[in-house]
Every structure is written in structure tokens, then in C-alpha cells.
């Protein structure tokens, strides 16, 4: 009744370059200063610069039981370190920021499939199959900064999931007269946008994704359809700063 019955262990390092064109030297580039042409520097060497990491290991079984159930279950963990960031510095530098290798990154989650073969003869096949993934993001350390802005109000936040809503606290609408109403500092309800405090809303990753699908073959007349889904994650309407 074993058809297939495989377990699997890997583990392996990869890196990342995507680094940039000559981020690592210093360059100068020409402009106009008080009206006056000339050179000036426009990046700040950095030559300890390198690639990022990727540590993975990946566990998983691969299975088939009376020619008829087949799938794959798969657990992995990954850690990304040496992370390519651009870190603030101080601004007497002349520059707000510069590419750097900090931080690091753990990912770990797991993968399974599933199908079935319903109905299998001469003229008749049906299947069935259903996929799904649970997948956990932390931000191990993002060196000695609080945070890192992703930009569309996306912040990675130390100790935290990977990506952040970081929003206006807001609280509805004023029923009487439509007013949006938002939380201040000490947790009252204001109509006044500037006094509106700013915190953590949840993350757009989802916390699981998948799908299902099933295919029909009658006499050589296929029929297919797919499905898919994710769960978990919030959604932003930039428009209200509403969170969902």
C-alpha cells in the first residue's frame, strides 16, 4: 500500500548581492553650489561591505499511499543575516543615510500538498488537491536602530514580525455631524488630526496562504479550476487610515 515514502533533510547558504552599483566606494558626482560648478561627493565608501546571507534548513516527507493519496509535508527555517539595509547616520556626514550590512532576519513556516486521485480509468480521471503554507517572519536585530521605515507607513520594528502598519490611531466617525475621530496620546477621543497618536496596527503578511484545485478528463475533454487564499493579514486603505 506504500507507493512512495521519502524523508529529506537540506541545508544549505546562499547570498544576496542585490547591493547596488558602487555603493561600497566613494563617489563624487557635479552640481551647482551659490552658483558656482564643481564636484562634490554624492556616496560615502563602505569597504567592509558584502553580500547578505541566507541560512536554511528544510525537513520534509514526500509520501504516496494505494496509488491513490500523494502529498508532501515540509518544515523550514531560515535565517538571514548581514543584512543590506540603509542605516541613518548623522547628518553632519552631509548624508541622512548609507548602506550597510546589519541586522538579520528569521523566517521558519511550513509547506504542505495534498491530492487525490478520486476517480481514475480509461475514460474517467478526477483529482483533487489542496496546498497550504503557515509562514512566521521575526526581526531578530536590526542593529542600533528602533526601526526601519519601509515606506506606505510600513515600519520593521525589532522583536517584531517583519513589516508593521505604523498609522494614525484612528477612532470612526462622529455620527451626529461625520467628523473623523481619532485617539490622542492619552487614549481620549479627538477631532483634531494633529493631536492624533501614532502606533502599531498589525501586518500585511499573511499568516497562512494556499489553495485547491481539482481537474476533470473525460475522453480527452479536460475541465479545471484553482483556487487561492490568504489569511491573517491586514489590509490598509491609505485614503481614511482605516485598518482592517
Excluded: C
Excluded at 554624492?42 to 547578505?52: A, R, Y
Excluded at 521558519?108 to 503554507?133: P, R
Excluded at 481620549?188 to 501586518?203: C, H, L, M, P, Q
Amino acid at each position: 500500500w506504500v507507493n512512495q515514502l521519502k524523508l529529506r533533510y537540506s541545508y544549505g547558504v546562499n547570498g544576496n548581492n542585490n547591493i547596488g552599483a558602487y555603493l561600497a566606494y566613494a563617489l563624487y558626482g557635479s552640481g551647482t553650489y551659490n552658483g558656482v560648478n564643481g564636484s562634490a561627493p554624492i556616496n560615502l565608501p563602505n569597504p567592509d561591505l558584502t553580500w547578505e546571507t541566507n541560512l536554511a534548513h528544510n525537513v520534509g516527507i514526500d509520501f504516496r499511499f494505494w496509488d491513490r493519496f500523494s502529498g508532501s509535508l515540509e518544515y523550514y527555517h531560515r535565517t538571514t543575516e548581514d543584512m543590506l539595509l540603509a542605516t541613518r547616520i548623522p547628518l553632519t556626514t552631509g548624508f541622512s543615510s548609507m548602506t550597510k550590512n546589519v541586522g538579520s532576519l528569521l523566517n521558519q513556516g511550513v509547506e504542505a500538498q495534498f491530492d487525490v486521485d478520486i476517480i481514475n480509468n480509461n475514460d474517467l480521471q478526477w483529482t483533487f488537491g489542496i496546498n497550504f503554507s503557515f509562514n512566521k517572519s521575526k526581526v531578530i536585530n536590526i542593529g542600533d536602530q528602533d526601526y526601519l521605515s519601509l515606506g506606505s507607513g510600513i515600519r520593521a520594528v525589532q522583536g517584531e514580525q517583519l513589516m508593521q502598519f505604523y498609522l494614525y490611531d484612528y477612532a470612526g466617525v462622529n455620527p451626529v455631524n461625520g467628523e473623523a475621530l481619532w485617539y490622542n496620546e492619552e487614549g481620549a477621543i479627538t477631532n483634531s488630526f494633529d493631536e492624533a497618536r501614532r502606533v502599531y496596527k498589525g501586518s500585511p503578511e499573511p499568516i497562512a496562504t494556499g489553495g485547491f484545485n481539482t481537474a476533470l478528463n473525460w475522453n480527452g475533454i479536460d475541465f479545471s479550476a484553482s483556487f487561492e487564499y490568504k489569511i491573517g493579514n491586514y489590509l490598509l486603505y491609505p485614503d481614511h487610515q482605516l485598518i482592517w
